[in-house]
């Protein structure tokens, strides 16, 4: 599977695919589409800024040695 990312905007529930990549796909082909708005992206930065200015405190927590990290 590959990906293609391109802007664009909705117009009367269609999104119209830019003809550079118009020519690369076949027609009738199975596409997998995701959305993302702005709001979207905006909200994750936050909540990642928040998490970052805010991290989550665990007691009694001890870090992994490295043997246990790569322990199989």
Do not use: C, H, W
Request: cysteine-free.
């Amino acid at each position: 599977m590959k990906a293609i990312a391109f802007e664009t905007t909705i117009k009367q529930g269609i999104i119209q695919i830019p003809s550079y990549y118009q020519e690369k796909l076949e027609e009738n082909q199975t596409v997998k589409i995701v959305i993302l708005t702005e709001d979207d992206l905006t909200n994750q930065m936050n909540e990642i800024d928040y998490l970052l200015d805010n991290p989550i405190k665990v007691d009694q927590i001890s870090p992994l040695t490295r043997d246990e990290i790569y322990e199989k």
